[in-house]
C-alpha cells in the first residue's frame, strides 16, 4: 500500500509560484513513475507532469517551461514548482504514483492517489 500526501497549495497572484510536495509512504519509492494531475470545477482530472525512476520529465505542453518537477528517492517526495502561474492553473493538484513500468498521461495507469491540494491564482 502507498500513501501519498500533498502540501504546499494556496492562493497565489498571476505571475506568482507555489511549490506542492508529496510525500510518498513504500520501502520502493524509488521505482514508482509519480505524476501530478490536476482537476478543475466541471472539468475533467488532467495530466500536468510525470517523473519516471530515473528521473526523465514529461509536461502537458500547457505548462512546458513553467512548471518543474523532481523527485528525491531518499526523502521519497516528488515535487512540483510552478512558476509564472496564470488563472487557468487554478484546480486542485493531485499526486499519483505508478507501480507499472513507463510513464503515462492517463489517470487509469495510475495505482494511488493523495488527497489533492488547491491551488488558486487569482489577483
Known amino acids: 500500500q502507498v500513501q501519498l500526501v500533498e502540501s504546499g497549495g494556496g492562493l497565489v497572484q498571476p505571475g506568482g509560484s507555489l511549490r506542492l510536495s508529496c510525500a510518498a509512504s513504500g520501502r520502493t519509492f524509488s521505482t514508482y513513475v509519480m505524476g501530478w494531475f490536476r482537476q478543475a470545477p466541471g472539468k475533467e482530472r488532467e495530466f500536468v507532469a510525470a517523473?519516471?525512476?530515473?528521473?526523465?520529465?514529461y509536461y502537458v505542453g500547457s505548462v512546458k517551461g513553467r512548471f518543474t518537477i523532481s523527485r528525491d528517492n531518499i526523502k521519497n517526495t516528488v515535487n512540483l514548482q510552478m512558476n509564472s502561474l496564470k488563472p487557468e492553473d487554478t484546480a486542485v493538484y493531485y499526486c499519483a504514483a505508478r507501480l507499472g513500468s513507463g510513464s503515462s498521461y492517463y489517470t487509469h495507469d495510475y495505482d494511488y492517489w493523495g488527497q489533492g491540494t488547491q491551488v488558486t491564482v487569482s489577483s
Open positions: 517523473i519516471s525512476w530515473s528521473g526523465g520529465t
